[in-house]
């Protein structure tokens, strides 16, 4: 039978993983709100559905494998507001299903390690609600849910170099704060690893071997195409958005030893540095 890929909320991420299984022969489908999405989701050679409709309920019936990247919304998870019975009807005929969560569940360590284990402590409403999400999604019997809680996302088109050309990046210095990043074509590797090796319930960290304080990564990516680094703001000084300034609320290093081991996923990106070389070179 022929594998195919549903992925309900067909961003970033999920256009990375659907690259990869259809280069491998799966069929892939991917939703979208409103029609004007659509031409995006057509051009990585995906088919769209609308989100939510009876179409979407038929795909549901018919795919093997299910990636879940929908942000959760104050009333809960809005696919499982929308698609529960479907969802829950057939869970056991679903060879996988993936669910794109955070590490901000994890909440504050003050730099301290954290892996899969740890108890989920959020800080943030948004963390909060991801957190409940994880829940709702575990507490479908027989369905082989698999949770990745992601660190900070970059690559091609989402990363320092953006903000460097256009004048908007700033180094904010917060004491000892670090951060796991991760770029997105490692996420979608670990998502196909996973659907090869399948363990339902299980959790992983999706992150690279290296947390690090923001402002390197922006002096780094500075000094690699020859603009000037930015000068040291202070973060109580900083002009950061609602959802930057809750990224500072949390200061902790993220494990992913046992994503790698259990999945046998070797990073191509394993710290920023390498990251942002491999970003400038697939632009050149």
């Known amino acids: 039978m022929k594998k195919s890929l549903l992925c309900i909320g067909f961003g970033y991420c999920a256009s990375a993983a659907a690259r990869l299984v259809l280069s491998d022969g799966w069929s892939v489908f991917g939703t979208a709100r409103k029609e004007t999405s659509f031409t995006m989701i057509r051009e990585t050679g995906t088919l769209p559905v609308t989100f939510p409709s009876?179409?979407?309920?038929?795909?549901?019936?018919?795919t093997s494998h299910l990636l879940l990247s929908a942000a959760p919304i104050p009333a809960g998870d809005?696919?499982?507001?929308?698609?529960?019975?479907?969802?829950?009807?057939?869970?056991?005929?679903?060879?996988?299903?993936?669910?794109?969560?955070?590490?901000?569940?994890?909440?504050?360590?003050?730099?301290?390690?954290?892996?899969?284990?740890?108890?989920?402590?959020?800080?943030?409403?948004?963390?909060?609600?991801?957190?409940?999400?994880?829940?709702?999604?575990?507490?479908?019997?027989?369905?082989?849910?698999?949770?990745?809680?992601?660190?900070?996302?970059?690559?091609?088109?989402?990363?320092?170099?953006?903000?460097?050309?256009?004048?908007?990046?700033?180094?904010?210095?917060?004491?000892?704060?670090?951060?796991?990043?991760?770029h997105v074509d490692d996420i979608a590797a670990v998502l196909v690893a996973s659907m090869k090796r399948p363990s339902p319930t299980a959790i992983y960290n999706v992150c690279d071997d290296e947390p690090a304080p923001p402002q390197d990564v922006i002096e780094y990516a500075a000094r690699l195409i020859n603009l000037p680094v930015p000068p040291d703001i202070p973060f109580s000084e900083a002009n950061l958005s609602a959802m930057a300034k809750s990224f500072f609320a949390d200061n902790k290093r993220v494990r992913n030893d046992k994503t790698k081991r259990e999945l046998g996923v070797t990073l191509k990106h394993p710290n920023y540095r390498i990251g942002l070389r491999s970003i400038l070179g697939n632009d050149r």
């Open 54 to 62: 009876a179409h979407l309920r038929e795909v549901i019936r018919q």
């Open 78 to 182: 809005p696919v499982l507001l929308e698609l529960y019975d479907a969802i829950k009807s057939r869970a056991s005929e679903f060879d996988w299903v993936g669910y794109l969560s955070t590490t901000g569940v994890y909440g504050n360590h003050d730099g301290g390690w954290v892996d899969e284990t740890t108890p989920t402590a959020p800080t943030s409403e948004r963390a909060e609600q991801r957190r409940c999400a994880e829940t709702e999604w575990h507490s479908i019997p027989d369905l082989p849910v698999h949770i990745f809680r992601l660190a900070g996302i970059y690559g091609p088109d989402r990363n320092p170099f953006n903000r460097l050309r256009n004048g908007t990046a700033q180094r904010v210095i917060k004491p000892h704060q670090q951060f796991n990043r991760v």
